[in-house]
């Protein structure tokens, strides 16, 4: 527990800031609470027992000091708890902000072995269980310990014996809730997990309403996320279980002290031993001590769910980014890493990496080979070059590894083995400030941000003008398909994009590319979601968006192939003919083949 406080504070330093100042204040506060039963004490043993009868300004100097004192220590209090809010906010904000570039930074194949309601709880649910604790249970704790060091040393200098027997009753229990902690705190990872799964299952199940609906899978849906309902639901009892077996026993105990001390306290006082105002302050000071005690099990709960929280935090912070910008590799640090993409500015605090050289690039894969970390590899010893301004078409059948290339290109995944190089230069060399910026990838899913058309295509180049981006569409012969929707470029395309069709939705991602204005595009299947008509319509687009750039088509649909420069035919992970389409359309092998394919389906619509 103490090594992970410890990690905590070296991520996120201003967890401890003022700790000097908000300590002093936790000791007033505590400080201020004994005043009563002092107040008590005097008030009975000498303002109203007293030799000479009732003394009344006693009583009244007694009730005022008690009054200020109450002020002080709410202030104190008030103070306090605004300070630890303040602190607690500022770093678990930092831990958000770390642990979420800490996931951008991951390669797509790391994040795809993640469940992504698990990642998404790292940033937010996870957090949420730290923020509680340190702004109540945090808070309880520093005034608690204080509180009962305090209630200890007055209790002692009224009555050692009732002192004595008060610890007789605890010193047990402490040492039982040690072994609850432990207990609690396994089942609070479980708690944990459950709750990331329980939100990857709603939000996929949300997303994905029209297939669900589609397929009449709504029954279904609803068992799945009410399992992981049921499930966090079982995870959270069991330990609230353990939780309530701790407080019961707190109040036992308490409720046992409480009569051992009223039993000997009246004995002591019978015997001339105690003071009717010291007993009664005894209580008042057992009551200051007992509190904290039975806190104890709030705080044990907020604890151990925080501790919970933070691990599962920590394990992805832990978790190794397996394709790093180079810019950062000289800089290090727990937990560094802007998100990647061209708006991290790659290389930002450091001076490692190499940028693109300028002008045109041209691509090399050097005997690259991939796999991923279970089952045989998707690509074998990869040979090829693509020369600078060139078209360059991939074809093959699904699952022959030509997505693959596309993200070894952009380097969303780096290769098993061999080396992949753009311009010259390695990729792992390269700073992803300079990579985003020059290299620009249209993926198949065409994914939009629940934003307007502007600001979706502004991704390509920030701060663009709205008149920037009209222009861009008019580039790409789209200038009438924009003027059609409802409000232009401000028109809202909604959460995934979801009230633009799938064709729309790449449309506008195509317009986003030519905005960026790369030096080198990758269209992933860039026209497999257009419809024939929409296909025919944005071909001269594309050649105009590709001309004077290199270009690597990843296509099913050959019409793009037919106006390649060059033509890689994939199978099986192996590139097993490249050309142009008049030479190889006309040689038997799989081009040919898959040429037939496609010109049959096209006579046949």
Not at 292 to 304: F, I, K, R, S, Y
Not at 322 to 333: F, I, Q, S, T
Not at 590 to 600: G, I, K
Request: one cysteine or more.
């Amino acid at each position: 527990m103490w090594s992970t406080a410890r990690r905590l504070r070296r991520l996120a330093p201003q967890a401890t800031n003022g700790i000097g100042v908000t300590l002093l204040l936790a000791l007033i506060a505590t400080v201020g609470k004994i005043v009563i039963p002092l107040t008590v004490q005097q008030t009975l043993d000498r303002g109203v027992s007293g030799a000479d009868g009732v003394d009344l300004g006693l009583v009244r100097t007694a009730v005022t000091i008690a009054a200020v004192a109450i002020v002080v220590t709410a202030t104190a209090t008030y103070v306090m708890n605004v300070r630890l809010y303040k602190v607690s906010e500022g770093a678990l904000a930092t831990l958000r902000v770390r642990a979420f570039r800490h996931i951008h930074d991951l390669s797509m194949l790391t994040q795809a072995t993640q469940a992504r309601g698990g990642l998404t709880a790292r940033v937010t649910t996870d957090v949420d269980q730290m923020s509680q604790f340190l702004q109540f249970g945090g808070v309880m704790l520093v005034v608690s310990v204080g509180q009962m060091i305090v209630a200890t040393v007055l209790m002692l200098v009224y009555s050692w014996p009732l002192t004595l027997l008060v610890y007789v009753c605890f010193v047990p229990m402490v040492f039982a809730t040690r072994g609850f902690q432990r207990r609690l705190s396994t089942r609070y990872a479980l708690v944990r997990r459950r709750v990331g799964d329980m939100l990857g299952a709603v939000s996929e199940s949300v997303v994905g309403a029209h297939v669900v609906r589609a397929y009449g899978a709504q029954r279904r849906t609803a068992i799945r996320v009410d399992d992981t309902v049921e499930a966090y639901r079982s995870a959270q009892s069991r330990a609230q279980v353990l939780v309530a077996v701790v407080f019961s026993a707190g109040e036992l105990v308490s409720a046992v002290a409480l009569g051992g001390v009223v039993l000997l306290g009246v004995s002591l006082g019978v015997g001339g031993h105690l003071s009717t105002g010291r007993l009664v302050a005894f209580l008042f000071l057992m009551t200051l001590f007992v509190m904290p005690v039975q806190m104890l099990t709030e705080v044990l709960n907020d604890g151990a769910n925080a501790l919970a929280g933070l691990r599962r935090v920590l394990d992805i912070l832990d978790t190794p980014s397996d394709v790093r910008d180079p810019a950062e590799l000289d800089v290090g640090g727990e937990g560094s890493g802007g998100p990647a993409g061209s708006d991290s500015s790659g290389g930002s605090g450091g001076s490692g990496g190499r940028d693109l050289p300028p002008g045109s690039l041209d691509v090399t894969f050097d005997q690259v080979t991939f796999r991923y970390r279970t089952g045989p590899p998707v690509l074998h010893g990869i040979d090829l070059r693509i020369p600078a301004r060139a078209r360059v078409a991939v074809v093959g059948e699904t699952g022959s590894g030509k997505t693959t290339i596309a993200k070894l290109l952009t380097r969303l995944m780096d290769p098993t083995a061999g080396e992949v190089r753009i311009g010259g230069v390695p990729l792992t060399e390269v700073r992803f400030s300079s990579l985003r910026g020059r290299v620009v990838m249209v993926p198949q899913d065409g994914f939009l941000f629940d934003a307007t058309v502007a600001d979706n295509v502004r991704y390509g180049r920030p701060g663009a003008t709205d008149e920037e981006i009209t222009a861009a569409f008019e580039r790409i012969g789209l200038a009438d398909w924009l003027a059609g929707l409802p409000a232009g470029v401000r028109t809202a395309v909604g959460e995934s994009g979801g009230l633009l069709s799938a064709g729309e939705r790449q449309l506008v991602a195509l317009a986003r590319a030519e905005l960026a204005g790369p030096d080198l595009l990758v269209l992933d299947e860039a026209t497999s979601a257009v419809d024939p008509a929409t296909e025919v319509r944005i071909g001269q687009a594309l050649l105009e968006l590709t001309h004077g750039r290199t270009s690597v088509t990843i296509a099913h649909r050959l019409s793009t192939a037919e106006t390649a420069d060059l033509v890689l035919v994939i199978d099986a992970g192996r590139v097993v003919q490249r050309g142009t389409h008049a030479d190889l359309v006309t040689q038997p092998g799989v081009y040919q083949r898959l040429h037939e394919s496609w010109s049959a389906g096209i006579a046949v619509l």
